[in-house]
């Protein structure tokens, strides 16, 4: 892919794009946010690259076209792993390929990956270099400001700078140290306080690069108002999830200021036939509707929609109907 269409589409979708967050932005997730966003650009759930490239799971990769763009996140520490990780993730069709330097769980502290490398900015280097020499798309790396008992003024200039020699144009930093001991990840989300300034002090030492800020964004007015102070992009995680409507529904007009602002009761409507379809594939009623029981967050009939689905979707022979019906408790009548 050349530079011009990286920085064309790419760049242009990561003015706002939704985090990958594990055991939440599965394919389901996905095609649901895609639905209310032409635009977002959006992210995969953490793959290792071990279980794809010792264990064969290559059934981790799969995403449907109507996702795109859509990216591959990737977790590993060796360079050569995840070079053929990142050609597998190129072949199946992504995007972008990122490497997660920011998730503090034990498991990927385990693997010497995740947010532990922040305190090897030359081994994530040579890992950027080996996988932009595998693929055609863009490679980027997702990091924290530091982990520990690093001082961020210090480390995280050096860490860009090396990601940056290694060909890495564009990163997302979120604005929160990580303690790899002593908090948990949920607490790693919420307890280390955010530096938005130190990101904002990132583009200006690093003009040339595409920057993304995450952590604690919570509305498109923030979303607005980082971009208007000179950032590149904006990365929401749970809020995107937790209330998508609300991020996601007004984005194409206010970020790209292209399309409609898009209906969460259209959206369920459109749902339908992709329910259908997956679960004649085998998938479950709740492994798709889990993803939407925030879609009318904040309106009335919302409580009632979330207990109709969480209630029912597990249940034997659950299906559209029930979908239906709990669109009802909002609507007063069937999709």
């Known amino acids: 892919m050349s530079e011009k269409l990286i920085k064309s589409d790419i760049w242009r979708s990561s003015r706002l794009s939704v985090a990958p967050m594990m055991d939440w932005t599965d394919r389901h997730c996905r095609y649901l946010h895609r639905l209310l966003s032409q635009e977002a650009l959006l992210y995969t759930e953490m793959v290792t690259a071990p279980a794809l490239v010792r264990g064969g799971a290559l059934h981790l990769l799969d995403h449907s076209v109507e996702e795109h763009p859509v990216a591959l996140q990737l977790g590993g520490s060796d360079p050569a792993e995840l070079a053929e990780a990142a050609r597998l993730g190129g072949q199946a069709g992504y995007d972008e390929i990122n490497l997660n330097c920011g998730c503090p769980s034990d498991r990927v502290q385990s693997g010497a990956f995740g947010a532990v490398l922040m305190k090897s900015p030359d081994l994530v280097a040579e890992c950027v270099a080996a996988m932009q020499a595998k693929v055609d798309v ?198």
């Open 138 to 335: 863009e490679v980027t790396v997702k990091c924290r400001i530091g982990v520990d008992d690093q001082d961020p003024q210090e480390v995280l200039p050096g860490f860009i700078a090396a990601i940056a020699a290694a060909g890495c144009k564009r990163v997302t930093i979120h604005a929160r140290k990580a303690w790899l001991k002593g908090l948990s990840p949920k607490e790693n989300r919420d307890i280390p306080p955010l530096d938005y300034d130190i990101v904002h002090q990132m583009k200006a030492e690093f003009p040339a690069l595409h920057i993304s800020i995450n952590g604690g964004i919570t509305s498109l007015d923030q979303v607005v108002e980082h971009l208007d102070r000179g950032l590149d992009g904006v990365m929401v995680g749970r809020a995107a999830y937790h209330q998508p409507s609300d991020i996601l529904c007004a984005a194409d007009r206010r970020i790209y200021g292209t399309g409609e602002v898009s209906d969460p009761v259209e959206v369920v409507a459109q749902m339908l036939g992709y329910i259908d379809d997956e679960m004649a594939k085998g998938a479950r009623l709740h492994q798709i509707t889990r993803h939407m029981l925030g879609l009318f967050a904040g309106r009335p009939g919302a409580r009632n929609w979330r207990r109709v689905l969480s209630e029912g979707a597990s249940r034997p022979g659950a299906g559209t109907e029930l979908v239906e019906a709990a669109l009802q408790q909002v609507t007063g009548q069937a999709a």
